[in-house]
């Protein structure tokens, strides 16, 4: 009896030891998850940090690619008035914006020269015929060329100054898009559609799917739009975030068409100046202004080259109110012949245009470059 007492004790004392050494090992491994869960969430971090700094680098890398000066041509609506037919003033026109595209210019300004006094291509005019309303003819030929071509009958109903747009050659800007072609930027239009509370505004960018937009904006407006990568090929929108019209040049070093303004003389041109600081850097051309070759331009964030008409600056001064000087080289900081030893007795605006930007191209080059390209 005694040693059957003795044997349940040793039992007892055993299953004792046994659950405190269980306990004990329990103890071990729960510290051990602890530690792997402890190790598995300093690695993730340690991935999103990395993720992090490579988007950051990105950024700059694409902040780097960016182009933070503009280029703005100024020149008169008179030259329509040189051509002999409807036709071959919008053709002329769109030699000026194929040119401009070409050397990636942000801003055309339409100047007058003849005190016509126009100020918007809004409303409704009446057919120009050969003569006259040249400005504003010229000024809405330019809008509706930098227009992708699906977004056009959005913004320019029928109209007698379009009405042989049809013939022109087309800009073929890297903002007027394909409708499979993948970019991380498009053109669009907000469209008049209901949308869900919270819910962004709905733009046709020109594809095949609708994009949903981060913000509610009013119906009709002109956006630029930053696709985001699409999360579900078969989701029926495409979701993107309303950027500023600049916002492809200065981040991504894309041209992204030119915007045009109307100018009412030629002191306008400098006096209405988008820019807050104004143009810094002020070219005029001329036969009679100095070489080109020789002219070294200092460095700038917005530049502006004028050209005159038929006759040249002269005329545009003469007949400006605002200026009581006779000489139009001292308007510039630069007047330069951007032709020199020319063989014709006069080379035609949108002669000029193509040769000067084509011989001034270097030289803004050399200007724009950053201590790090050079």
Same mark, same amino acid.
């Given at each position: 009896m005694a040693d059957g007492v003795a044997a349940k004790r040793v039992q007892a004392e055993e299953r004792k030891v046994d659950w405190r050494r269980w306990k004990q090992e329990r103890k071990a491994e729960k510290k051990k998850w602890k530690e792997i869960k402890l190790l598995k969430k300093l690695e993730k971090q340690r991935i999103r940090e990395l993720a992090e700094k490579q988007v950051e680098k990105q950024e700059e890398q694409k902040e780097d690619k960016g182009r933070q000066y503009t280029l703005s041509v100024a020149?008169?609506?008179? *030259?329509?008035n040189n051509a002999q037919s409807l036709e071959l003033r919008t053709y002329l026109a769109g030699q000026i914006a194929r040119a401009c595209a070409i050397f990636c210019v942000d801003e055309i300004i339409v100047f007058d020269?003849?005190?016509?006094d126009v100020k918007s291509v809004e409303g409704n005019f009446e057919g120009i015929g050969r003569r006259?309303?040249?400005?504003?003819?010229?000024?809405? *030929?330019?809008?509706?060329?930098e227009c992708p071509q699906y977004l056009r009958k959005s913004f320019f109903p029928k109209h007698e100054d379009l009405q042989f747009a049809g013939l022109l050659n087309p800009l073929d800007s890297p903002h007027h898009m394909r409708v499979d072609e993948d970019s991380e930027y498009r053109e669009g239009v907000v469209l008049d559609r209901p949308?869900?509370?919270?819910?962004?505004?709905?733009?046709?960018c020109g594809m095949k799917k609708e994009v949903q937009i981060d913000r509610q904006l009013n119906p009709g407006l002109r956006v630029t739009v930053r696709l985001e990568e699409p999360q579900k090929p078969e989701a029926k929108v495409?979701?993107?975030?309303?950027?500023?019209?600049?916002?492809?040049?200065?981040?991504?070093g894309l041209y992204w068409g030119y915007t045009v303004r109307l100018a009412s003389c030629l002191s306008a041109v400098f006096s209405e100046c988008p820019f807050k600081e104004g143009y810094d850097l002020s070219i005029g051309t001329s036969e009679r202004g100095s070489?080109?070759?020789?002219?070294?331009?200092?460095?700038?964030?917005?530049?502006l080259v004028v050209f005159g008409?038929?006759?040249?600056?002269?005329?545009?001064?003469?007949?400006?109110?605002?200026?009581?000087?006779?000489?139009?080289?001292?308007?510039?900081?630069?007047?330069?012949?951007?032709c020199p030893s020319q063989g014709s007795r006069t080379i035609?605006?949108?002669?000029?245009?193509? *040769?000067?930007l084509s011989a001034l191209r270097p030289h803004i080059d050399e200007a724009v470059k950053t201590p790090s390209d050079s």
């Amino acid at each position: 009896m005694a040693d059957g007492v003795a044997a349940k004790r040793v039992q007892a004392e055993e299953r004792k030891v046994d659950w405190r050494r269980w306990k004990q090992e329990r103890k071990a491994e729960k510290k051990k998850w602890k530690e792997i869960k402890l190790l598995k969430k300093l690695e993730k971090q340690r991935i999103r940090e990395l993720a992090e700094k490579q988007v950051e680098k990105q950024e700059e890398q694409k902040e780097d690619k960016g182009r933070q000066y503009t280029l703005s041509v100024a020149l008169p609506g008179s *030259i329509l008035n040189n051509a002999q037919s409807l036709e071959l003033r919008t053709y002329l026109a769109g030699q000026i914006a194929r040119a401009c595209a070409i050397f990636c210019v942000d801003e055309i300004i339409v100047f007058d020269e003849d005190g016509e006094d126009v100020k918007s291509v809004e409303g409704n005019f009446e057919g120009i015929g050969r003569r006259g309303k040249a400005c504003v003819q010229l000024a809405r *030929i330019l809008q509706y060329l930098e227009c992708p071509q699906y977004l056009r009958k959005s913004f320019f109903p029928k109209h007698e100054d379009l009405q042989f747009a049809g013939l022109l050659n087309p800009l073929d800007s890297p903002h007027h898009m394909r409708v499979d072609e993948d970019s991380e930027y498009r053109e669009g239009v907000v469209l008049d559609r209901p949308t869900k509370p919270g819910k962004g505004s709905f733009v046709n960018c020109g594809m095949k799917k609708e994009v949903q937009i981060d913000r509610q904006l009013n119906p009709g407006l002109r956006v630029t739009v930053r696709l985001e990568e699409p999360q579900k090929p078969e989701a029926k929108v495409r979701k993107g975030t309303v950027v500023s019209s600049h916002h492809p040049r200065t981040v991504s070093g894309l041209y992204w068409g030119y915007t045009v303004r109307l100018a009412s003389c030629l002191s306008a041109v400098f006096s209405e100046c988008p820019f807050k600081e104004g143009y810094d850097l002020s070219i005029g051309t001329s036969e009679r202004g100095s070489s080109v070759d020789q002219a070294t331009l200092p460095s700038f964030r917005h530049a502006l080259v004028v050209f005159g008409g038929l006759e040249g600056l002269e005329a545009g001064v003469d007949v400006d109110p605002n200026l009581e000087v006779t000489d139009p080289s001292v308007l510039f900081d630069f007047y330069l012949n951007t032709c020199p030893s020319q063989g014709s007795r006069t080379i035609r605006t949108e002669e000029a245009l193509l *040769i000067s930007l084509s011989a001034l191209r270097p030289h803004i080059d050399e200007a724009v470059k950053t201590p790090s390209d050079s």
